[in-house]
Nanobody
């Protein structure tokens, strides 16, 4: 069974950058998706970005709110997915969760994911 360990959160100022890491233990093969969700205080958890791979290739998808600022990538050798966050804003403040699922459909739907990390706090001050 896959387990996820996140790291990289912290307190930064608006305009700064952070990189989150999500290391997966256990084998991930075939069609798979690893993504990031976030939950701000008093709000529902929302989709941020996802990296998908299958026999046909790889893809990345982003929420509109982070397009052009966040980049998701994967290191195959380390079985790790990264979320590079640039030009951070106070509204990016949230607990960020890494999630993984088999197959690449419904990648923006949190209920479709069966494996979650513990979450890492990102706080952006103005």
């Amino acid at each position: 069974q896959v387990q996820l360990v996140e790291s990289g959160g912290g307190l930064v100022q608006a305009g700064d950058s952070l990189r989150l890491s999500c290391a997966a233990s256990g084998r991930t093969f075939g069609s798979y998706a690893m993504g990031w969700f976030r939950q701000a205080p008093g709000k529902e958890r929302e989709f941020v970005a996802v990296f998908t791979w299958s026999w046909t290739g790889v893809n990345t998808f982003y929420a509109d709110s982070v397009k052009g600022r966040f980049t998701i990538s994967r290191d195959n050798a380390k079985n790790t997915v990264y979320l590079q966050m640039n030009s951070l804003r106070p509204e990016d403040t949230a607990v960020y969760y890494c999630a993984a699922k088999s197959y690449t459909n419904s990648y923006a739907v949190q209920d479709a994911y069966d494996t979650w990390g513990q979450g890492t706090q990102v706080t952006v001050s103005s």
